[in-house]
């Protein structure tokens, strides 16, 4: 069963890529030329690769966790939803969380860092061993196993959103790990918010509190 506490799991900083003990000479290894590979830690590491534009998300992810994305996420829905005169959401960043939640977001993590098309078989294997150390759940091994084999396709994501405020945060999750600079990433978040549906005037103001986020991580 996909839930918060796998996500965190997979979301915690140092699990794995630091060279801590039973994670193998082939993690060291591949983090040789890849300095930046290891700025999320574990698996999301591998996820992230070594993108300059992927730091910041990493950080963000991994200092705060799950639990970071759902405020930050809520925090700009709900400012948007009062800059259009709306009442703000009456649910709570924790009620997106339910296995559905989880999986829509998990599936965002997966896809953007498919986006640029850099995760290879090697590294498939290892982010499979990393998953492993995670969790002995085979139904969440199977279901991650395979997301990173299935074409990318921005249109199967954004149907799991099941209501705008999870749209938002599928949308927040995706834009803290993507980097922007790369044409094929960019165009994959942009090709999202269309599919999601996502107003232009809410992804500035998710982009807001990422901003923001960064700079207090930064800080």
């Known amino acids: 069963m996909l839930n918060k506490d796998f996500l965190n799991k997979l979301l915690s900083n ?3 890529l630091t060279g801590a003990p039973g994670t193998g000479g082939s ?6 030329g890849r ?18 534009g992927r730091q910041l998300g990493g950080k963000v992810l991994t200092y705060g966790g799950l639990a970071a994305l759902g405020v930050l996420a809520y925090k700009a829905y709900g400012n948007w939803q009062q800059q259009q005169g709306n009442q703000p959401a009456s ?13 829509a977001i998990l599936v965002c993590l997966i896809a953007a860092a498919k986006a640029d098309g850099h995760i290879d078989e090697r590294e498939l294997q290892l982010i499979e ?4 150390r995670l ?8 279901f991650v196993d395979a997301e990173l084999k299935k074409p990318l396709d921005p249109a199967a994501v954004a149907r799991l959103a099941t209501s705008e405020q999870l749209a938002a945060e599928m949308y927040m999750a995706t ?3 993507i980097d922007e600079e790369s044409f094929m990433e960019r165009s994959y978040l942009t090709e999202l918010a269309r599919q999601l549906k996502l107003p232009e005037s809410l992804q500035l103001e998710l982009r807001q509190q990422v901003k923001a986020a960064g700079q207090l991580v930064a800080g």
Not at 135 to 142: S, W
């Open 14 to 16: 140092g699990t794995g």
């Open 27 to 32: 993690i060291n290894d591949l983090l040789k």
């Open 35 to 52: 300095a930046g590979a290891a700025v999320a830690g574990g698996a999301l590491g591998y996820l992230l690769g070594s993108k300059k």
């Open 91 to 103: 649910s709570t960043a924790a009620e997106l969380h339910t296995e559905s939640g989880c999986r």
């Open 129 to 132: 061993q990393e998953i492993s």
């Open 135 to 142: 969790t002995t759940d085979a139904g969440i091994r199977q």
């Open 175 to 177: 834009l803290l790990v």
